[in-house]
């Protein structure tokens, strides 16, 4: 079982950067692939990243390439999200999740969500 918290949106300019925390008060931590969405006003959930936890299981979506950085701490269980040159339209609830398996594309057999942290950035 997973227990999810999200930390660190806030109000942030254009260009600048935040870095999103999300705590696993569970278990099973290490065994799950970990991701980050999010949902902007009127649309639906989107994939983020996710990591399994090597630089090679490390999974993006376009528009956050370059410029997102996903990690993870198994000794703390927490995943990372640095995001950079924030944009306008990176404005959303940021969600982490675990889940059995990643890629590119999304997530699936999502095993439970944080409760999101909101992320505003203002042009």
């Not at 990690?71 to 059995?100: E, F, G, H």
């Amino acid at each position: 079982q997973v227990q999810l918290v999200e930390s660190g949106g806030g109000l942030v300019q254009a260009g600048g950067s935040l870095r999103l925390s999300c705590v696993d008060s569970g278990r099973a931590f290490s065994r799950y692939f970990m991701g980050w969405f999010r949902q902007a006003p009127g649309k639906e959930r989107e994939f983020v990243a996710a990591t399994l936890g090597s630089v090679s299981s490390a999974y993006y979506a376009d528009s956050v390439k370059g410029r997102y950085t996903i990690s993870r701490d198994n000794a703390k269980n927490t995943v990372y999200l640095q995001m950079n040159n924030l944009q306008p339209a990176d404005t959303a609830i940021y969600y982490c999740a675990a889940a059995n398996g990643c890629s590119g594309r999304g997530c699936s057999l999502i095993k439970g969500w944080g409760q999101g942290t909101q992320v505003t950035v203002s042009s």
